[in-house]
């Protein structure tokens, strides 16, 4: 495991740096795994098993993307026109990055990447049915935020959208995109806004007033308040699940916890619930630079995390 010194101000810019070390970091996507399912968790932090995009991860991405971009454009050319116009050069650029994503459609398969392409547009609609772009003028948008909790454990994250009121109020935006039983992963995305919420306090010392889950498939908005005796609380949970983390791997003991995300698992082949058996454990398991953020993909179970 690495250690790295960073600098805390624990959210008061005015304040004498504190450099702490940093003994690990954990992402809110990660600490979801775990707690959905420890194997996963093993599958897709210690194993680092790929996992093939899938449509409906790719079509959360490109959402993401022109939503991203849509708020370069001057407020009032925030219109569904012009988010329509931004699908397919944003599809275009992600492919280039990415290329992988191409494999989704066999070639030639012209007709699929349209259909593709036209249902990241009906989910922009829906976007449209809940808010006014024009009137919203984000503070930060794909922000990359963290915070040391525990004296030495790093947790960062991406957050979507963040706005900020003219006085002070904070509302953390997230959208998203699944076609999944919004049932089975809300509690899961309610666990990764509260982990934005406890970065944000922790940092700038302002509980949100607003953490907001946009679903785009049904133009529904889902908002929450926190306040900061749940927020001190949340930290406890992040910080257990974390020795949590660390014990199981010192025992190399990740068990399968089935649910019903299993459905949207890509590692049923490897696991004992369906009648797989993992990989033989990683003999040095290569601990990531809690320093650096390389942001997957969204990955099922999340589908749009
Ligand atoms: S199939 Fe289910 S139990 Fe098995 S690793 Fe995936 S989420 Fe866990």
Known sequence: MTADQVIDTHGD??????????RASLSPSRAADFKTCPLLYRFRS???????????????????????????????????ESAGD?????????????PELATLFADGDTAGREDFLRSAA??????????????????????????????????????????????????????KTGGAPREAFEAR??????????????????????LR??????????DYAPDAEELVRFERTVVAL???????TARQDFRPRPSRLCDWCSHQARCPTFGGTPPPFPVAVAAP??????????????ADE
């Open 213 to 222: 889950l946009l679903y785009l498939k049904d133009a529904e908005i889902c």
């Open 86 to 98: 931004l699908v397919t050069p944003q599809w275009d650029r992600l492919v280039t990055e990415e």
């Open 189 to 210: 995305a309610l666990f990764q806004l509260k982990f934005y919420a406890l970065v944000l306090w922790r940092t700038r010392g302002v509980v949100p007033r607003v």
């Open 13 to 22: 810019d005015t304040a004498t740096p504190v450099p702490v070390t940093v």
């Open 242 to 248: 974390w020795r949590a983390i660390e014990q199981a």
């Open 289 to 302: 630079d809690p320093l650096v953020d390389a942001r997957s993909r969204p990955a099922t179970p999340g």
């Open 122 to 175: 009906a989910l922009l609609e829906g976007y449209f049915a809940v808010e006014d772009p024009r009137r919203l003028e984000p503070a930060e948008r794909e922000a990359l935020i963290s915070a040391v909790v525990d004296g030495e454990l790093l947790i960062r994250g991406y957050l979507d959208r963040l706005d900020v009121a003219p006085d002070g109020a904070l509302r953390v935006v997230d959208y």
């Open 46 to 80: 210690i194993d680092r098993l790929p996992e093939r995009p899938t449509v409906e991860q790719a079509r959360g991405t490109l959402v993401h993307a022109v939503l991203e971009r849509l708020f370069d454009l001057p407020a009032t050319a925030r219109t569904p």
